[in-house]
Every structure is written in C-alpha cells, then in structure tokens.
C-alpha cells in the first residue's frame, strides 16, 4: 500500500474513532494488518498498533502522524460508508448521525464534498417527527440512510 493511500486510510479511521462510530481496535487491527505484510512499515504505524488502550482522541493523534498525503474527499466518502453501516437499522443511531452530520456540515468539516443543503434538515426530521408535525421516525431514519447513501 502506498503512503499516501495509508494515509488516506488513516484519514478515514481518524474520522470514525473520532466521532464514535468506529472503536480503537479498528485502527489497532488496521496497523497490524499493514505491518505484517510489509518489512519496513512507517513508524507511526507501529504507534497505532500498540495504541489499543489509548482514547479515541489519542488514536486520532497517532493516525493523524501517518506520513504522506491524502484525499481528504475519498477518506470522507469511505468514513460516510462506515456510518451507514454502523447504523445499520437502528433509528437511535441515525438520530445520533443526522446530529453529527448537521454539526460536521456546520463546522465545515465535510466540505471537502458536495454535501447539498439536505443534511442540514436530517437532524430536525426527528424532533419534528418526534413532535407529530412531520413525518415518522421510520421516514426520519430513512432520510439519513438516503443521504448517506448519496453521499458515499
């Protein structure tokens, strides 16, 4: 795997340990999986693989020294894709997703694609389907999966 894809990968587990949907052991396995097929590994890696006790925000730290490059686009493309599958069917997490995508969104944190003005309403699909005046949340869910799906 070339550097800057490792970081591109690295970019892409920072993402999820650090918003929550993704645990440390992600990047924990990740490292030794590069570090087993490769003799001479980038030392951050191997910070990364024995980082498996740290917080999510010293992993981030540790990912976030992976030498090289990256596609900020295509690491949030794939960091999207993880979401939708830690979401999966459950309506609480893509409740706690539309939140973190309005906020992400608003702090410009996805701007390095074209996220449209859509995800800005995710997060009040549910207070207003919880409120009775717009939909269900099942449609609430459905909206954050849609999106997700067009996104990554």
Known sequence: MSVDLLKTEAARLRLGITWGWLPVSTAVLWADAIIAGNDAPPA????????????????????????????????????LQDLRKWIGADMNRSEQAARWLNAAAVNGDLNALPIGEDVFGLDDAFSLARGGQWGTLAEAHDRVIKYLNGAA
Do not use: F, Y
């Open 44 to 79: 951050a890696l191997l910070d990364v693989s024995l980082g498996g006790q740290l917080d999510p925000g010293e992993m981030a730290a540790l990912l976030a020294a992976v030498p090289g490059s990256h596609d900020e686009a295509a690491a949030l493309r794939v960091a």
